[in-house]
């Protein structure tokens, strides 16, 4: 699938005749720009049934993605699933701690670090408590820019990644957990629901 994709995009005509588990598929002139993602859709979705993943995990947020880069570094068959397209606006304080940092297992590039901070406010009613350190305490993060990164450094370490698709259900199937999108079905061993709050895999 992955090189089909490639091809796709260098070609300005193509045709692909594909067998996989006894199914053919004959793609036929193929024209670059908009219509080779809609011919890279269906084409995944023609063969999706074929497909057995080591794991798929649900959602690019921190924990999803670190999740997703990890196993991928392991040499195991990983996707990515975020049902928004990347960047995407996050609902968030921003701060992220030093302890924080130190489990993501990766170095922050500067320019996804907004300010850092050395000490902390903290005021209730006519109260308030002050606590200023040498060392640094958080660094400030735009939730967009930093979810993309750590997405992206899922796929670089060898997941793939697709957006914009919803998980509809998880089902576990005779030898596979099944999840079912808006793109078509995947396969895989593994299960890592990292949709948030409303996660369709807790329910």
Do not use: Q, W
Request: hydrophobic letters at 40%; one cysteine or more; proline letters at 1%.
């Amino acid at each position: 699938m992955r090189i089909g994709y490639c091809v796709i995009n260098r070609c300005l005509k193509l045709r692909i005749r594909l067998k996989l588990t006894g199914k053919i598929a004959i793609i036929r002139t193929v024209n670059c720009g908009d219509a080779s993602t809609n011919i890279y859709l269906y084409f995944r979705v023609c063969f999706i049934d074929c497909i057995m993943y080591d794991a798929i995990v649900i959602g690019t947020g921190p924990a999803g993605s670190t999740a997703a880069r990890h196993i991928a570094s392991a040499g195991l068959a990983t996707l990515l699933i975020e049902k928004e397209k990347l960047p995407r606006v996050k609902t968030c304080g921003g701060a992220l701690s030093e302890y924080a940092l130190s489990n993501l297992g990766l170095k922050l590039p500067n320019s996804l670090i907004e300010r850092e901070c050395f000490g902390a406010r903290i005021r209730y009613g006519t109260c308030s408590l002050e606590s200023e350190t040498r060392e640094r305490l958080s660094v400030m993060i735009s939730r967009d820019r930093f979810d993309h990164h750590l997405a992206n450094c899922a796929v670089d370490a060898g997941a793939e990644l697709i957006e914009g698709v919803r998980v509809i259900s998880t089902h576990t199937g005779e030898d596979c957990v099944v999840v079912e999108t808006t793109e078509g079905t995947f396969r895989s061993k593994v299960v890592i629901g990292a949709d948030g709050v409303n996660s369709v895999c807790a329910k």
